[in-house]
């Protein structure tokens, strides 16, 4: 289990269930588990679950408590080992271990066709030749009943050899299935005879080509929870129609034991999208650079972008657990994010739009060495040294030829202190011939150096600034929000339509030198900029930087009014 003890979880109906069980002796440690499917990438709607199954063990941990992470493979057409592999490494990211608790369906097949075959000889379940649409077209509406199956009363021995044809591969996909039977009148449309075994000729990431024949999800998935002996079966409320299905299985088959599913809220978060489908449409329009893009909702791409961790658990706990679907505004986890960088990024000095400022008093030959504040927020992360030289590169924006009254940057005759170094006084400036300004010249006043400036100069802020002789020139990718509209999904002509044409600016920068040699994953507060981080896929050590920008210093949003 992960060992932060940061933000622990509020109560919730769920956990209050939980006490109430162990209060009264039905169990005696709760265990959990998360189930993925490894057929995509995980998102930030997965962490909360993720959150909310670990967290519990977390929360038991003394008496033993336990969360299984277990790949529910039972897909072979859409499963591969690849996407185990980015799950785990989400997990993992997330702060939380399995230990030795990892679990795949597949190694329990032979457990569910026992099943299966049971449930054969207790006369529920029967070998049916019907297509998938006849299935389909016989199941009946919410105010009809379903049609049976001219198969429905195939006798046991019948169905039992026939189900051993359908494992030996005698049969092509879609010829037969094997079905529950239980109730084709059921209001539940998910009890009407519903689909346990389908045939599919396909190699398995983890079995191979030992199986053709593959449980369903709805049937698979509970006899895992009973074989694992998981007491809570935590999922979203889409699954609540499920559960009758979900406890019959539990109550028909010969299963170890007896878990119990619970239903909450998925996460919805304003200004994107959770379909595995739709975020599946963005990659291959090309809309977006992968799954890991920093602008995507997966966890490799909030990981990519800069997110910390422990910012997206403090988002989970923060957002709690409830049965009513609603949206939780985006700005809920920036403010998280914000909130933790501001706490542990070390800063550093970029200019994005750089304009050369020339200190006049300062001989070109000369250099000192200033000592600039790493992190305001945490004095114990000490001091850097940044070299000063006579020539400098500032934001253009910081400098104006005809400042306004509340302008407290550099202008004709305008006093600022360069960051964790000296007062300067502009002196004057050089254009260009498209008459844009080219060079600024200044001062430095002496002895102003953690000091304030002599009577008479006035001075209300600090500015950035690196020194021209040292920079590197750095890739910023300045990364905002997807979409331009709170709800994506109901934007008129469709999610498309709505995305953000501003979401991803690239723009080269002057940044420290030091800079250069930092490892991918490396975060960071440019001062006055945003906080930002050395991209995982192109930055690399003594090339040129790549950073991407996790989130501005402020949310902008809010005063678009969107």
């Not at 977006?288 to 403090?314: F, H, K, L």
């Not at 939780?328 to 920036?334: G, I, N, S, W």
């Not at 550099?410 to 202190?417: D, E, I, N």
């Amino acid at each position: 289990m992960s060992q932060s003890t940061e933000n622990p979880a509020k109560s919730d109906f769920i956990r209050e269930i939980i006490a109430a069980d162990l209060a009264s002796g039905k169990h005696t440690t709760p265990i959990t588990r998360f189930p993925p499917e490894p057929n995509g990438y995980l998102h930030i709607g997965h962490a909360k679950a993720i959150c909310l199954n670990f967290g519990v063990a977390e929360q038991y941990a003394g008496i033993g408590a336990r969360c299984h992470l277990r790949f529910d493979d039972t897909n072979p057409a859409k499963e591969e080992e690849a996407y185990v592999e980015s799950i785990k490494r989400d997990v993992a990211w997330l702060g939380f271990d399995w230990g030795e608790h990892l679990y795949f369906a597949s190694d329990y097949f032979e457990f569910f066709h026992d099943c299966a075959v049971h449930l054969i000889r207790q006369g529920k379940a029967y070998a049916d030749e019907q297509t998938s649409e006849e299935i389909r077209s016989d199941r009946g509406t919410l105010t009809e009943p379903g049609k049976e199956s001219p198969w429905r009363e195939r006798p046991v021995e019948e169905s039992l050899e026939l189900f051993r044809r359908m494992r030996a591969g005698e049969f092509q996909e879609g010829k037969m299935v094997l079905r529950a039977k239980i109730d084709m009148a059921s209001p539940n449309l998910n009890l009407r005879d519903p689909v346990i075994y389908r045939i599919v000729h396909a190699s398995h990431h983890n079995t191979g080509d030992k199986w053709c024949i593959y449980p369903m999800y709805d049937f698979a998935h509970p006899l895992e929870d009973a074989w694992e002996h998981i007491t809570h079966s935590l999922c979203t409320l889409e699954f609540e129609n499920h559960r009758p299905l979900y406890d019959w299985f539990i109550e028909n088959c010969p299963v170890p034991s007896k878990p119990r599913q619970i239903e909450f809220a998925r996460l919805n978060l304003t200004y994107t999208v959770m379909s595995k489908r739709k975020l599946l449409d963005l990659v291959r329009a090309e809309l977006v650079g992968g799954w890991d893009d920093p602008r995507m909702p997966t966890i490799s791409g909030i990981r990519r972008r800069g997110y910390p961790p422990e910012a997206v658990r403090s988002f989970c706990s923060k957002i709690g657990i409830t049965k009513f679907q609603s949206f939780t505004d985006v700005a809920v986890l920036e403010h998280e994010v914000r909130g933790r960088l501001n706490r542990t990024s070390p800063r550093r000095m970029a200019v994005v739009d750089p304009v050369r400022l020339v200190i006049e008093n300062l001989p070109a030959e000369r250099e000192e060495q200033l000592e600039v504040v790493n992190n305001p927020e945490n004095p114990d992360e000490g001091t850097r040294s940044v070299t000063l030289t006579r020539e400098l590169w500032i934001e253009r924006d910081d400098f104006m030829e005809e400042p306004p009254k509340k302008f407290f940057r550099l202008g004709p005759g305008c006093s600022v202190r360069l960051r964790g170094g000296y007062v300067i006084t502009c002196t004057g400036y050089e254009k260009d011939e498209s008459g844009r300004v080219s060079e600024i010249r200044c001062e430095l006043i002496p002895g102003t150096v953690g000091a304030s400036p002599p009577e008479g100069i006035k001075c209300r802020t600090a500015i950035h600034w690196v020194s021209a002789e040292y920079a590197v020139e750095a890739e910023l990718r300045l990364y905002d929000r997807l979409f331009s509209v709170e709800n994506p999904d109901a934007a008129e002509g469709g999610f498309l339509t709505a995305l953000n044409p501003d979401s991803l600016k690239v723009v080269r920068a002057k940044i420290e030198p030091s800079l250069a040699g930092v490892e991918p994953g490396f975060r960071c507060q440019f001062e006055r900029i945003g906080y930002f981080c050395a991209d995982s896929g192109d930055h690399r050590p003594g090339h040129r930087p790549v950073f991407n920008r996790t989130i501005a210093l402020k949310d902008s949003w809010t005063k678009k009014g969107n």
